[in-house]
């Protein structure tokens, strides 16, 4: 069964500071998004990861993974507190490519 | 190109009774899922259609949960009874194939009292 654990849970941090988002994955994987959700919101998809060694970057956002390690981060550069939100990542596996999500972080980015 | 529609909102009901949500997913989306999203937590599968075939249901409590698709298009998802621990937000989501990127509706947040 496919696992994913993000860490942190909770992030608070401070505008113009970099932070990383970590997620691991137990098992390898078919591909791996990046959700944002805002409070009251659904999710919205801010990155798919292929194949090992893929980067996207959008803004203040940029997301890796590391199909060998099963690892993939998503790295904030300079934060600002639009970015305030919970953010999951979510694998999609097996043969129906279901997606498993991590419990999320929820971010907040403080003046 | 319309996102995935839902409905209700919202909904607060009792214990014991029952309640129906309702998703229309993106236009030639072959692939719904329904997701429940427990405060605090990532969204969990609850069960997938290809069309108006189920991929998997492996996660719902089927002695009261069910869920339809009948015309491959619309879907229903229903709780009967609803329990105290069902307060959640249900998810629908689609995508043109179970490969490819799944666009999530705004949900419906129940509350069961």
């Known amino acids: 069964e496919l696992k994913v654990e993000q860490n942190p849970l909770f992030l608070s941090m401070q505008e113009g500071k970099n932070y990383t988002i970590y997620c691991n994955y137990s098992?390898?994987?078919?591909?791996l998004y990046w959700y944002r959700q805002d409070p009251g919101k659904s999710l919205e998809s801010l990155f798919v990861?292929?194949?090992?060694?893929a980067v996207k970057q959008e803004g203040r956002l940029m997301a890796s993974l590391d199909t060998k390690a099963r690892l993939s981060t998503l790295h904030i550069t300079a934060a600002v507190h639009d970015l305030s939100a919970t953010y999951f990542c979510?694998?999609?596996?097996?043969?129906?490519?279901?997606?498993?999500f991590g419990k999320g972080t929820l971010l907040t980015v403080n003046p | 190109e319309a996102g995935v529609a839902q409905s209700p909102r919202y909904k607060i009901i009792e214990k014991r009774q029952s309640v129906a949500f309702w998703c229309n997913p993106i236009s030639g989306h072959a692939t719904l899922y329904w997701y429940q999203q427990i405060l605090g937590q990532g969204p969990k599968l609850l069960i997938q259609f290809q069309n108006n075939g189920v991929v998997d249901d492996s996660q719902l409590p089927k002695d009261r949960f069910s869920a339809e698709r009948l015309k491959g298009v619309d879907s229903t998802l229903k709780i009967q009874p609803a329990k105290l621990e069902d307060s959640a937000v249900y998810l629908c989501a689609s995508s043109r194939t179970g490969k490819t990127e799944a666009f999530f509706g705004q949900g419906t947040r129940l509350t069961v009292v």
């Open positions: 979510a694998l999609s596996g097996g043969s129906n490519y279901k997606l498993t």
């Open positions: 098992t390898t994987s078919d591909r």
């Open positions: 990861l292929l194949s090992n060694g």
